[in-house]
């Protein structure tokens, strides 16, 4: 019971951060305008994603994104749930990384549902090196658990090679 407490409340607070970022950016930024945080280097703006990642799919027919981008990932969605919860042996590490993918995930469909598409504004650019698309804050869950799971499956790997 503790565990899938500790689940919940993971999940929740994921969707709960995206939710009121997205709300403060729809209530106080309009449409494509752009605030420089860090001169162009890091700026806050107000786009609508009517895709996937990058806007991808936002020109599909309307069938295939009620499919790709509803359906498919809410039935994804599910089924990590159930994996987590039935899965005991998840260290913690995977663990808090699949409540972060989860949250994300749920938060971005939340959107598409209730709006139609997803409110992104984060854009970072330093110069070249590294130059992301706008982005919102579920992304960054998403992202940040897929990079913890890439992590724990290293040293998982090591643990399990020096057995």
Same mark, same amino acid.
């Given at each position: 019971m503790k565990r899938n407490l500790f689940i919940v409340i993971l999940i929740i607070f994921n969707i709960t951060i995206d939710q009121i970022s997205k709300f403060s950016v729809r209530a106080n930024i309009e449409l494509r305008e752009i605030i420089?945080?860090?001169?162009?280097?890091?700026?806050?703006?107000?786009?609508?994603?009517?895709?996937?990642?990058?806007?991808?799919?936002?020109?599909?027919?309307?069938?295939l994104k009620l499919i790709f981008l509803l359906i498919l990932p809410t039935l994804v969605l599910g089924y990590v749930i159930y994996y987590i919860v039935k899965t005991k042996e998840l260290d913690r590490l995977s663990l808090i990384a $699949?409540?972060? #993918?989860?949250? *994300? &995930? @749920?938060?971005?469909?939340?959107?598409?549902? =209730?709006?139609?598409?997803?409110?992104? $504004?984060?854009? #970072?650019?330093? *110069? &070249? @090196?590294?130059?992301?698309?706008?982005?919102? =804050?579920?992304?960054?869950?998403?992202?940040?658990?897929? #990079?913890?799971?890439?992590?724990?499956?290293?040293f998982n790997k090591d643990k399990i090679e020096k057995a």
């Open positions: 420089e945080i860090i001169g162009d280097r890091f700026i806050l703006t107000n786009v609508y994603n009517e895709g996937a990642f990058l806007g991808m799919g936002s020109d599909m027919h309307p069938t $699949f409540c972060c #993918i989860i949250g *994300g &995930g @749920i938060a971005n469909v939340f959107d598409r549902i =209730v709006y139609g598409k997803v409110t992104d $504004f984060f854009f #970072i650019d330093l *110069g &070249g @090196i590294f130059r992301t698309g706008i982005f919102n =804050v579920a992304d960054i869950s998403v992202t940040t658990g897929m #990079i913890m799971l890439l992590i724990g499956g290293i």
